[in-house]
């Protein structure tokens, strides 16, 4: 089955130490999102890829980068992360992006815990 | 500006009852909008969505959606409740012209009580 996959589904890093989360794609999208959620609250916007355009949101920390490499995959990374990032990360494809009506398609998440 | 709230944090409905998650928008343009859910420690799974055309939209698992353009809302709904039901529900909405992105609501935890 197509499917976005993330991993690993949990990860634990000290205050600080830099961590990369990943994320693959079976389903040949072009855009790809990184989402933080805290705590049940609302998934927030990080940033996007549509093919190899990056596309930062504008509140997004500095600590917080992404690289894809090819269609298939994409990399979160946390440069020096802080007790405020412990989160769940969710990465999400679409066919396309802006104004289309595609589906977001989420993967399982990644929870990050920072000791 | 888009904007989408769920004004429950909470619902509780009888296993059996009939089921309604609120939702209602705010956008300038035509909305494209989507429920999807979430069990504890997982991703967001698709429900369904409201592009155009009937109001009424059928998605996973007997959910359905009833969009309203004079109210703003996009109600969640399913006529008989089961305990597997329980989980965390998102509206979210995207405006239908220019490169706008997915704007979530803050979420309704439904709990079905046997």
């Known amino acids: 089955d197509a499917m976005v996959i993330q991993n690993p589904r949990y990860q634990v890093t000290q205050f600080g130490k830099p961590v990369t989360l990943s994320c693959s794609q079976t389903?040949?999208?072009?855009?790809m999102y990184w989402y933080q959620q805290k705590s049940s609250q609302a998934p927030k916007l990080l940033f996007h890829?549509?093919?190899?355009?990056?596309?930062n949101e504008a509140d997004t920390p500095d600590n917080f980068q992404s690289r894809r490499p090819n269609t298939s995959f994409c990399f979160l990374d946390i440069r020096s992360p802080g007790l405020g990032d412990a989160a769940m990360y969710l990465c999400?494809?679409?066919?396309?992006?802006?104004?289309?009506?595609?589906?977001?398609?989420f993967g399982p998440g990644t929870r990050l815990t920072v000791l | 500006a888009q904007s989408v709230a769920q004004p429950e944090d909470q619902v509780n409905v009888a296993e059996g009852n009939p089921l309604t998650v609120k939702c209602t928008y705010s956008?300038?343009?035509?909305?494209?909008l989507f429920w999807y859910v979430q069990y504890p420690n997982r991703g967001l799974q698709f429900l369904l969505k409201y592009i155009t055309g009937d109001n009424l939209v059928k998605g996973s698992y007997g959910f359905e959606a009833e969009f309203n353009k004079s109210q703003t809302s996009f109600h969640l709904k399913k006529p008989s409740a089961l305990v597997s039901d329980s989980a965390l529900y998102f509206c979210?909405?995207?405006?239908?012209?220019?490169?706008?992105?997915?704007?979530f609501g803050t979420g309704t935890r439904l709990t079905v009580i046997p």
């Open positions: 389903l040949n999208h072009n855009v």
């Open positions: 979210a909405v995207r405006e239908a012209t220019g490169a706008n992105n997915l704007f």
């Open positions: 999400a494809t679409s066919r396309r992006g802006g104004s289309t009506s595609d589906t977001q398609y």
């Open positions: 956008v300038s343009g035509n909305p494209y």
């Open positions: 890829y549509y093919d190899k355009d990056f596309n």
